[in-house]
């Protein structure tokens, strides 16, 4: 889950401060979430790469949240 700390939240900031474009930041997260999905390990790995992948696509279609508070 750190994973997704270290490519959401400054994704996310650079975004915010319009260093980086919404599809910019998509195809970041887009690609880490790849990578979790397709990262060999044993099946408990495989199990937690898959629900990192599954918590970035959500954020992808959530977004963030922080804006709508």
Same mark, same amino acid.
């Given at each position: 889950? /750190? =994973?997704?700390?270290?490519?959401?939240? #400054?994704?996310?900031? %650079?975004?915010?401060?319009?260093? !980086?474009?919404?599809?910019?930041?998509?195809?970041?997260?887009?690609? /880490? =979430?790849?990578?979790?999905?397709?990262? #060999?390990?044993?099946? %408990?790995?495989?199990?937690?790469? !898959?629900?990192?992948?599954?918590?970035?696509?959500?954020?992808?279609?959530?977004?963030?949240?922080?804006?709508?508070?």
């Amino acid at each position: 889950m /750190a =994973a997704i700390s270290i490519c959401e939240a #400054p994704s996310l900031s %650079l975004n915010d401060q319009k260093l !980086l474009l919404e599809r910019q930041v998509a195809r970041v997260l887009r690609a /880490a =979430a790849a990578a979790h999905e397709n990262t #060999p390990g044993t099946e %408990l790995e495989t199990m937690n790469y !898959l629900a990192v992948a599954d918590s970035i696509s959500a954020i992808m279609v959530i977004g963030n949240a922080f804006r709508r508070l």
